[in-house]
């Protein structure tokens, strides 16, 4: 059975904060994150609001679209965003990004509300705040992070499967946010995510076993939002070891074995700029921060290429080529 979401408006006596990606989130509502105050980056308070709300701030504003249309994000003229998924749910993040406001229809399970929210709209109001985020599944190898990056289909929550089989930890899956140097901290720092990895079902049986199971992630996929224990789930920010970046898996070039290139300051800041989790965000600012961030990551960590033949009786080899260049 899926369990519905039950939103509650906002009441300072009921809101508890929860820790994600090393920031705090002060909702009435409860979240699969851990409770909790992050000492680092600034606070996001999220709410519910009526449909009325919604329809006050944004009237007028929407171009027309089509019915069917899926995604919908509109900046509005005060400095919000409009975010919607069609027949799911909508937010709205404020100028600043300290404050969501959302609305879920009847019948959308907790699962997928907090998947997107703790995702995609999470991202967004970041990115107001000032902080970037990648596209990425990130594991813990011998007290490391270790992130693969690439976009949807790449391959990256079943490496990071494999490397749960393997005894590894995830740390986040499909978003990333780093710390990146300064005077107090000399390394580039890794937060954790939410506990779940989001994986097709017959990856899930053949890497998790066969009664591993989930919630559908939304209604037009079968990949599944799996939960994850408090032992296959690391909930503290750790030093990132290295960054791979994986080959698309269509590529013409059949692939006979596993190969880890690393890559010039130049290509890595380009291609974490490619692998960023947002890319609906495109003002001239937003893409100055990104390249400046970029730039310092790139230089800061370890970046590399990952190819690797697409078969899952390959993953083995891909570890053990990854667990080599790691040493």
Not at 108 to 122: A, G, H, M, R
Request: aromatic content about 6%; hydrophobic content about 40%; overall charge positive.
């Amino acid at each position: 059975m899926i369990a519905t979401i039950d939103l509650q408006r906002e009441n300072p006596t009921t809101s508890r904060h929860y820790h994600v990606y090393g920031i705090t989130v002060r909702s009435a509502m409860p979240l699969d994150c851990p409770v909790g105050t992050a000492p680092g980056h600034a606070g996001i308070e999220l709410s519910e609001s009526p449909p009325s709300m919604f329809h006050n701030a944004i009237h007028g504003k929407l171009p027309t679209v089509s019915e069917e249309c899926w995604f919908r994000h509109v900046a509005l003229p005060d400095g919000a965003d409009y975010l919607c998924w069609s027949k799911l749910f909508e937010f709205l993040i404020s100028p600043d990004g300290r404050r969501i406001t959302c609305h879920a229809l009847n019948g959308v399970s907790q699962e997928t509300f907090q998947t997107y929210l703790v995702s995609q709209v999470l991202s967004c109001a970041l990115l107001k705040q000032g902080i970037e985020s990648l596209h990425a599944t990130v594991v813990v190898i011998q007290g490391r992070a270790v992130a693969f990056l690439g976009d949807c289909g790449y391959g990256k929550s079943s490496l990071g499967a494999a490397c749960l089989r393997a005894g590894h930890a995830v740390l986040t899956d499909d978003m990333l946010v780093t710390s990146v140097p300064d005077q107090q901290q000399p390394f580039v720092v890794a937060h954790p995510g939410p506990p779940r990895i989001k994986l097709f079902p017959k990856i899930a049986r053949t890497l998790l076993g066969r009664h591993r199971s989930g919630t559908p992630m939304n209604p037009g996929t079968t990949k599944l939002i799996i939960p994850l224990s408090p032992r296959e789930h690391c909930g503290q920010a750790v030093p990132l070891r290295a960054l791979y970046i994986l080959r698309p898996p269509n590529s013409r070039r059949a692939l006979k074995h596993v190969t880890i290139r690393p890559l010039t300051q130049r290509q890595a800041c380009l291609k974490l700029i490619a692998n960023t989790f947002n890319t609906i965000m495109t003002e001239p600012a937003r893409l100055a921060q990104q390249f400046t961030w970029a730039a310092r990551l790139a230089g800061a960590v370890p970046v590399k290429s990952l190819s690797y033949p697409r078969s899952l009786a390959d993953i083995p080899a891909v570890l053990a080529a990854i667990h080599k260049d790691l040493a």
